[in-house]
């Protein structure tokens, strides 16, 4: 195979290669970095490129295989991390020049959980400031692979970006209120937002605490089951982490789904929020699960219409993690997160604890949804990739929400695992993985 | 529920410790009070049993 082509297989695909030792780390390593050169211009997915240590790294996980030590599926697999999250020596910017010159002396958990099975990183990838769900990036805007006039979704554009235009071999996110969902369904690869507490949170410059989450993108589902495999798992650093067993995802592929009942979310579906085009895309996946073999039928989180109102009185929690900021540098912090961080930051207490009974309501209809069926289908985002364009000016109540169309926080505030699958492929196969993400991961 | 004014808004931004100018001033306005009002028009019949558990954990 030639070195080129290498960045184009899936993780699993790599890792008999490099198993087998007929391909090297260290090629497989070269060939990203070629293909990020190449690309960057273009994508800006890359906020810091690891030339040198991705190399170094490359070059002993070559020799620890040669010896006989390989560590599993991950090893010499390269991959790139949002720039959320602290890498030791190397500079994390939460997407804002205002961290510019911050350099981490220790790893994330999730970076040193991938590092130790073995994987390589690359380099930091390009977010909207802060982490927030939107579209404003401080430093350049990435740009969608399949039509560069077109945004990737964010908050973890470079993430989207970088993993669609197989940069790298595999990714992580950070999802709050849909940053991980939202530019993968734009850049169209398969993410997966993990329950809160599956992953370890040690390490990220957070956004809202309670809806934080990590998890990978990835070009299959398998490639996202591995990572997970990777990342999961209780952490003594993260008190938050659940100290419960990790559920082996790789093992769940089985490729069965008879008789897996599925729960279409009628009010996430036919509301004038999704596009045709999009409401037919995921009625074609429906068409698929059933013609596999799930038993359809509709299901109602009747609060999920209400989840901006419910998610907008959490945000109180952003600001608070950024307030002298707020005080001291308000004009350097970008026009939507300078707006959205100070209505945050006036909200009344009388509004963030209905917003928090709500939220209890709201999660309560997602499980009985799930009493009804093993796993919930919807649109992630109601529109398809739109055109990069400069933040709005709010001059009317009405042109507040700009994300409405957005319909991925019911199940942040719900606190449940999700995945997503690209609505035209066949990879819905993941039967009891999803099913141990929407209803284990709640209950466990 | 009647809006905030802008003069609301400045002062409920001293109350924090943050001094809110225009332009900022005119689109907080705008924005908390769309905020106040789509949480407001929420009330479902059960809410006032509610307890506001932020997180869910689990048991072991």
Redesign the interface.
């Known amino acids: 195979m030639e070195k080129s082509q290498l960045p184009f297989l899936a993780v699993a695909a790599l890792a008999r290669l490099i198993k087998t030792k007929e391909v090297s780390p260290v090629e497989v390593v070269e060939a990203h970095l070629e293909r990020i050169e190449r690309l960057s211009p273009q994508l800006h997915a890359f906020l810091t490129v690891c030339h040198e240590d991705a190399r170094r790294t490359a070059r002993a996980a070559e020799q620890e295989i040669a010896h006989g030590a390989y560590r599993g599926p991950l090893h010499g697999i390269p991959f790139a991390v949002k720039d959320q999250l602290y890498t030791c020596g190397i500079r994390t910017t939460a997407g804002s020049p205002l961290f510019g010159d911050f350099v981490p002396d220790e790893d994330a958990t999730v970076i040193a959980k991938l590092q130790q099975a073995g994987a390589i990183l690359l380099g930091k990838l390009n977010m909207t400031e802060f982490g927030t769900t939107g579209f404003s990036h401080q430093f350049s805007t990435p740009r969608n692979p399949w039509n560069l006039e077109r945004y990737t979704g964010g908050s973890s554009s470079g993430s989207g970006a970088a993993t669609a235009a197989c940069l790298c071999a595999t990714s992580l996110g950070e999802d709050t209120g849909g940053a991980i969902r939202f530019p993968a369904a734009w850049c169209g690869v398969v993410w997966l937002r993990p329950s ?2 599956r992953v370890s949170r040690y390490g990220l410059m957070p956004g809202v605490w ?1 809806m934080d989450t990590l998890g990978p993108l990835a070009r299959s589902v398998t490639d996202c089951a591995l990572t997970l495999e990777a990342i999961a798992g209780h952490d003594p650093k993260d008190p ?1 982490t ?3 067993p990790v559920p082996p995802y790789t093992q769940a592929l089985d490729g069965n789904i008879t008789g897996l009942r599925v729960g279409v979310v009628r009010e996430q579906l036919d509301t004038d929020l999704v596009q045709p085009e999009v409401r037919e895309a995921v009625r074609r996946a429906i068409a698929v699960l059933r013609e596999l073999g799930a038993t359809v039928e509709d299901v109602s989180i ?2 999920s219409t ?1 989840t ?3 998610s ?2 959490l ?1 109180v929690e952003a600001p608070m993690r950024y ?1 002298m900021l ?2 001291s540098r ?1 004009q350097e912090i970008g026009h939507d997160n ?3 961080y ?2 945050g ?4 207490a009388q ?1 963030y ?9 709201l ?1 309560q209809q997602v499980l009985q949804a799930l009493e009804q069926v093993d796993v919930l289908v919807q649109p992630t985002a109601g529109l398809v990739a739109q055109p990069v364009e400069p933040d709005p ?9 700009r994300l409405s169309w957005l319909l991925t926080t019911t199940y942040s505030l719900a ?1 449940c695992g999700l995945s997503h699958i690209m609505a035209d492929s066949r990879q819905i196969i993941w039967r009891e993985l999803l099913r141990s993400l929407c209803k284990y991961s ?3 | 529920m009647q809006d905030l004014t802008k003069e609301e ?1 400045r002062a ?2 001293h109350a ?3 001094e ?1 100018r225009e ?2 001033l ?3 306005t ?10 407001e ?2 009330n ?1 019949a ?2 006032e049993h ?9 048991s ?1």
């Open positions: 809160w507490g309670s938050y659940w100290n419960v009747p609060l209400h901006g109102a419910i907008g009185g945000r307030r707020l005080q308000l300078r707006i959205g100070l209505t930051a006036l909200l009344p509004a604890y209905k917003a928090q009974q709500l939220r209890v309501l999660r000016i709010i001059d009317s109540k009405t042109k507040t929400n606190n709640l209950r466990a | 808004i409920l931004g924090v410790g943050l809110i332009p900022e005119t689109e907080v705008y924005s908390l009070n769309a905020l106040l009002e789509a949480l028009a929420v479902p059960e809410l509610v307890e506001p558990l932020p997180i869910l954990l689990p072991a």
